[in-house]
């Protein structure tokens, strides 16, 4: 399996409506059933004030998998809107039994 997460950090200014912008985006990319499973959520409040504000986790088969995702247009619409309200985003991809 291949596991990709991305982290990432709003601009102070977002506002509820881009929230819910970014959260709409997200539903039509797991409807778009492209990964094996795919988890998003804004932080929880556990820990310390050095927590990101929301993170995504989306499991794939292959690699070519992922490659699909990465390109598609749903996915290209998360990270246009993401582009404009947040101030950091990381990703990592690692392979999992």
Same mark, same amino acid.
């Given at each position: 399996?291949?596991?990709?997460?991305?982290?990432?950090?709003?601009?102070?200014?977002?506002?509820?409506?881009?929230?819910?912008?970014?959260?709409?985006?997200?539903?039509?990319?797991?409807? %778009?059933? *492209? @990964?094996?499973?795919?988890? #998003?959520?804004?932080?929880? /409040?556990? =820990?310390?004030?050095?927590? %990101?504000? *929301? @993170?995504?986790?989306?499991? #794939?088969?292959?690699?070519? /998998?992922? =490659?699909?995702?990465?390109?598609?247009?749903?996915?290209?619409?998360?990270?246009?809107?993401?582009?404009?309200?947040?101030?950091?985003?990381?990703?990592?991809?690692?392979?999992?039994?």
């Amino acid at each position: 399996m291949i596991n990709h997460v991305a982290i990432v950090r709003l601009r102070p200014d977002v506002t509820d409506e881009q929230r819910a912008d970014l959260s709409a985006r997200v539903d039509a990319l797991v409807a %778009a059933q *492209l @990964a094996t499973t795919l988890h #998003f959520g804004y932080d929880a /409040g556990i =820990g310390n004030r050095t927590n %990101a504000d *929301l @993170a995504l986790v989306a499991r #794939f088969p292959d690699r070519e /998998g992922l =490659g699909a995702y990465l390109v598609h247009d749903r996915h290209k619409e998360v990270i246009s809107l993401l582009g404009a309200i947040a101030s950091d985003i990381s990703a990592v991809q690692f392979v999992s039994g």
